[in-house]
């Protein structure tokens, strides 16, 4: 029995200390979570810093993307660069090829490789220089004969036969030709002018004394087609 009172009288304490424990844990909770009272606050607060987390990391995402991509799209300026300079190289080339052409096709002979004359049905032998060297006091060679044709009249491979000699010769001298001079083939309506060596020289003396210098054109049947006289001192 006196158990009994003893503990109903520990139990009446008791119950005066309850309510202190609960004012304790209240000021205690307050001072260390002074915003757990507005626990829906707290929960929107989460929301947003979660959201803002999100956001800043899918930012941090494009940028690192952005970051990534942009230098290929630098480069790809670079390759189109390139490729234009080429171009012009090849342009320049292409144009370069263009010019010389156009010059190497101007010419003053025809498709056939003739070089057409003024004359026609007739043929022109001229004397156009010749070239002589002193041998001695009373002596001199001539060595070189240029000359044109000009054919106007057939298809033929001229023949020249040349005469050297002075006024005081006689008939019979001066119609014995001292050299022969070969060309090639000459088309009708075409000239040629040329310069031929002669090899062994014509020797002449009195070189005080005008020369006369003869050409004359054979065709193939040693036919005289024309013939021409210069004069010339040797100085």
């Given at each position: 029995m006196k158990d009994i009172v003893i503990k109903a009288d520990t139990l009446h304490k008791s119950?005066?200390?309850?309510?202190?424990?609960?004012?304790?844990?209240?000021?205690?909770?307050?001072?260390?979570?002074?915003?757990?009272?507005?626990?829906s606050t707290c929960g929107t607060a989460g929301n947003s810093s979660t959201q803002l987390t999100a956001e800043s990391l899918s930012d941090q995402q494009?940028?690192?993307?952005?970051?990534?991509?942009?230098?290929k799209t630098e480069e790809q300026p670079k390759e189109e660069t390139e490729t234009q300079t080429?171009?012009?190289?090849?342009?320049?080339?292409?144009?370069?090829?263009?010019?010389?052409?156009?010059?190497?096709?101007t010419t003053t002979t025809s498709s056939s490789g003739c070089t057409p004359t003024d004359?026609?049905?007739?043929?022109?032998?001229?004397?156009?220089?010749?070239?002589?060297?002193?041998?001695?006091?009373?002596?001199?060679?001539?060595?070189k004969v240029s000359y044109t044709i000009k054919n106007g009249k057939i298809d033929f491979k001229p023949t020249l036969r040349v005469y050297v000699y002075d006024e005081n010769d006689d008939e019979t001298d001066k119609d014995v030709y001292k050299e022969v001079l070969l060309t090639e083939t000459l088309a009708k309506s075409c000239e040629i002018t040329k310069e031929s060596v002669i090899s062994s020289g014509i020797s002449y003396n009195e070189i005080n004394k005008t020369k006369t210098l003869k050409?004359?054109?054979?065709?193939?049947?040693?036919?005289?087609?024309a013939s021409?006289?210069?004069?010339?001192?040797?100085?």
């Open positions: 119950l005066y200390l309850i309510p202190i424990i609960i004012l304790i844990a209240v000021i205690v909770a307050q001072y260390f979570y002074p915003h757990c009272s507005a626990c494009k940028d690192l993307t952005n970051t990534t991509s942009s230098p080429e171009t012009t190289e090849t342009n320049t080339t292409q144009n370069t090829t263009v010019t010389n052409t156009s010059s190497t096709n004359v026609s049905n007739k043929i022109e032998l001229l004397i156009n220089k010749i070239t002589y060297i002193i041998k001695g006091e009373d002596w001199a060679k001539v060595t050409l004359e054109v054979l065709d193939e049947d040693s036919n005289s087609l021409v006289t210069k004069t010339f001192k040797t100085e």
